[in-house]
Nanobody, 121 residues
Framework: QVQPVESGGGVVQAGGSLRLSCAASGRTFSMTNMGWFRQAPGKEREFVASIRWSGWTTDYADSVKGRFTISRDNAKNTVYLQMNSLTPEDTAVYYC??????????????WGQGTQVTVSS
């Protein structure tokens, strides 16, 4: 079973960039579709991006398309989220999880600690 641990968050000014990492344990990582989700204060958790196990296909929420890039390194059991042109609306706790690629929904019923991203204006 894939157990992810997120890192790389921080405080950045609007227009800046951050790169998040999700290190996952588990022998099945290289065969697992992975996704990033985020939850802003007072809002529900939402889908951000996903990547198929092969790395060949990705999917993005409209709000981040063209600014964020998801990638993975199966040799390192790690998924990345490169975030550029950040805005205060991107402020949230970011989580990674296994994902149903078609429905953009998480497959695991529980979440890790996430990593906080704060974008100042």
């Amino acid at each position: 079973q894939v157990q992810p641990v997120e890192s790389g968050g921080g405080v950045v000014q609007a227009g800046g960039s951050l790169r998040l990492s999700c290190a996952a344990s588990g022998r099945t990582f290289s065969m697992t579709n992975m996704g990033w989700f985020r939850q802003a204060p007072g809002k529900e958790r939402e889908f951000v991006a996903s990547i198929r196990w092969s790395g060949w296909t990705t999917d993005y929420a409209d709000s981040v398309k063209g600014r964020f890039t998801i990638s993975r390194d199966n040799a390192k059991n790690t998924v990345y989220l490169q975030m550029n042109s950040l805005t205060p609306e991107d402020t949230a706790v970011y989580y990674c999880n296994t994902v149903d690629f078609a429905t953009r929904t998480p497959l695991r019923g529980y979440w890790g600690q996430g990593t906080q991203v704060t974008v100042s204006s």
